[in-house]
């Protein structure tokens, strides 16, 4: 028996096949590219991703061998694509740096109010929540809006391309901002104020619960076997908390992707002023009943990537040559000392706890002295700083955090987790599986089938800590003032950045 988590990201999907003992018997990625059609608009082509989803699966599930019994999906948030009742799709899928319905997300100030919006959904009121974008494409594209039959996430798209009807799970419900995250299900007064319908979303669904099984067309589609069960997953975040073992409250997880991500879990909804006021939402967590916030970096792993792309060719060359991964040799020979240099990573908007939409990146210290070395090493310390930035707002509004547990493609390479204890002071600790969120998608699958009573069986024989990252004392005593200083550039910069 094996079971399929699928994690479909911001700029690539992945397909990996697990044992019941957590071996990984098959794997597969393909990445996809974004789409800017004008500033500050970020779309994905879904005929692209739905044929790279297609791909991966059937790869992983060949070097398997076969018997994928269970199949759950991981998948970026807020991100909707626009479908017809006949299953095509009428427009790009949008994604949650997209800022193009700021104007419709600060209107909720003005009818609802930030307040009331919080109490209801959990979610502080900003452009990258799903109902706010349906707003936008109602007033803007009604072209569209008018031929649509279901406005879908990515898990409800692949159901539906899987013929099953499609589902929301409870943990991506709440990101749309027109969930109510206490009742669990869609709010009349949030959709009736956006006049949006509810036939427009798929019906919410709890994580774990079992969608459907594959018939023989759709199994041949994607390489599967008749009757796999196709068990509703998560929000990517919660996803890899529960693949990195966060099923108690207090508990959390560093998820090193595109984007990178602090997930904490509670007992209940913790909807207070200070949450909001931070930024921080409370959603469903997919380990039913307990809730999750996220603090978040949009430009982590991307902003690597941008600069392996823009100026890393000689790496790339390089790493071919010896047949490493670019991001070793990109991150070797980094000076010891810190940079000097304020690298602010927020090149699709910041994240938590500004979340500005108009915030842009910038580099402040630069000299005719400075060497490619301290350009990469800032560039690391930008992302290390904002998570910091993140550590301190959340242990302020009352969440404390002992230790990050740290997941994704970043969490293999050692330079930026020792650089990550070394500012913010936190234990950082390697797991022994960095692809969480898909191991979370065959834990989900694994109880729907029975082989474990419930997820803290799961956890208990998948989850294990590795190799550990602890503070070294003079080099968190020689980044205290820049780490003074990096909270303070923003506001400082913010004006002139938003004239931009």
Known sequence: ????????????????????????????????????????????RPDE???????????????????????????????????AEDGSFLHNTIVSPDTRATAQADRWRETLGAERVFAITGMPLHASFTLNKLIWMREERPDIHERTSKYLLWP????????????IDHSLAGRTMAFDVTRREWSAEMLNAAGIPRKMLAEPIAP??????????????VGLEPGCLVVA????QPMNALGAGVIREGMCV????????????????????????????????????????????YSAGSILRWWRDLFGAAEVAEAERRGVDVYEVLLADLPEAPSGLIWLP????????????????AIIGLALDTGRPQLVKALLEGTCF?????????????????????????????????????????????????????????????????????????????????????PRADRQAAYAELRETYAQAWPAVREIAHRL
């Not at 409800?156 to 589902?167: D, F, M, N, S, T």
């Not at 602090?262 to 913790?270: E, G, Q, S």
């Not at 500004?354 to 842009?360: F, S």
């Not at 020792?418 to 599986?433: C, E, S, W, Y």
């Open 1 to 44: 028996m094996h079971l399929m988590g699928l994690d479909v990201g911001s700029t690539g999907v992945k397909a990996v096949v697990f044992t019941p003992e957590g071996a990984i018997v098959g794997s597969a990625y393909r990445e996809y590219p974004e789409v800017y059609p004008a500033p500050g608009w970020i779309e994905l």
């Open 49 to 83: 991703v739905w044929e790279a989803t297609r791909t991966v699966i059937s790869e992983a599930a060949a070097q398997a061998g076969g018997g994928v019994r269970s199949l759950a999906i991981s998948a970026l948030g807020e991100a909707f694509t626009p479908v």
């Open 156 to 167: 409800e798209v692949i159901q539906q391309r899987l013929g099953l009807k499609p589902r």
């Open 208 to 221: 774990g619960e079992i969608i459907g099984e594959l018939s023989a067309q759709a199994a041949v589609e």
């Open 233 to 236: 997953g998560g929000h990517d």
């Open 254 to 297: 560093d998820g090193m992707g595109t984007v990178e991500c602090i997930t904490v879990a509670f007992d209940r909804p913790v909807l207070t002023d200070a949450m909001r006021e931070h930024n921080y939402g409370c959603y469903p967590h997919v380990v039913t009943p307990m809730y999750a916030t996220i603090a978040y970096n």
């Open 346 to 361: 927020y090149f699709a908007g910041s994240g938590t706890p500004w979340l500005d939409a108009r915030a842009k990146g």
């Open 386 to 470: 904002e998570i910091d930035l993140n550590i301190r707002a959340l242990e302020e509004a009352g969440v404390p955090i002992d230790r990050l547990r740290a997941t994704g493609g970043g969490s293999r390479g050692n330079t930026w987790l020792q650089l990550k204890a070394d500012i913010t002071g936190k234990p950082v600790v390697r797991l022994n599986v960095s692809e969480s969120g898909c191991q979370a998608g065959a834990m989900l699958g694994g109880v729907a089938l029975g082989v474990w009573s419930d997820l803290a069986e799961a956890t208990e024989a998948l989850v294990r800590e590795g190799e550990a990252f602890e």
